[in-house]
Nanobody, 123 residues
C-alpha cells in the first residue's frame, strides 16, 4: 500500500525554523520524484519545492528560495523540508506528494499524497 506521512508541523514565530518530514513506503519512495505543496486558508494548493529521484535536482517556488531546502534520504525513505526564516505568509497545511519520473510543480500531476501537516507562523 502506498503511504506518505508528514510530520514536523507546529506553531512558531516569524523568523523561526521548522523541519518537515515525509515518511514514505519503499514502493512510493524509490525512483520517484517528490515534492512539497501547501494550502493556506481560503487559497488554492500551491507548489513549494520538488526533488528528483536521485536528490541531485531541486526546484523551488520563488517565494521560498534561499529560505527552504528540500532533501531526501533514500536509506530512510524520507523526504525533508527545512524551513528557515519563516514568515506569517508561510502559514498553511503542507503536503508531501510523489509521482513517477520527472518533477512537477503541478499538483494535478502528482500520483500520491499525504494528509498534510499544519504550519502556523505568528507575527
Amino acid at each position: 500500500q502506498v503511504q506518505l506521512v508528514e510530520s514536523g508541523g507546529g506553531l512558531v514565530q516569524a523568523g523561526d525554523s521548522l523541519r518537515l518530514s515525509c515518511a514514505a513506503s519503499r514502493r512510493t519512495f524509490s525512483d520517484r520524484a517528490m515534492g512539497w505543496f501547501r494550502q493556506a486558508p481560503g487559497k488554492e494548493r500551491e507548489f513549494v519545492a520538488a526533488i528528483n529521484w536521485s536528490g541531485r535536482n531541486t526546484y523551488y517556488v520563488d517565494s521560498v528560495k534561499g529560505r527552504f531546502t528540500i532533501s531526501r534520504d533514500s536509506a530512510k525513505n524520507t523526504m525533508y523540508l527545512q524551513m528557515n526564516s519563516l514568515k506569517p505568509e508561510d502559514t498553511a497545511v503542507y503536503y508531501c506528494a510523489a509521482k513517477p519520473w520527472r518533477c512537477s510543480d503541478d499538483s494535478n500531476a502528482m500520483s500520491y499524497w499525504g494528509k498534510g501537516t499544519l504550519v502556523t507562523v505568528s507575527s
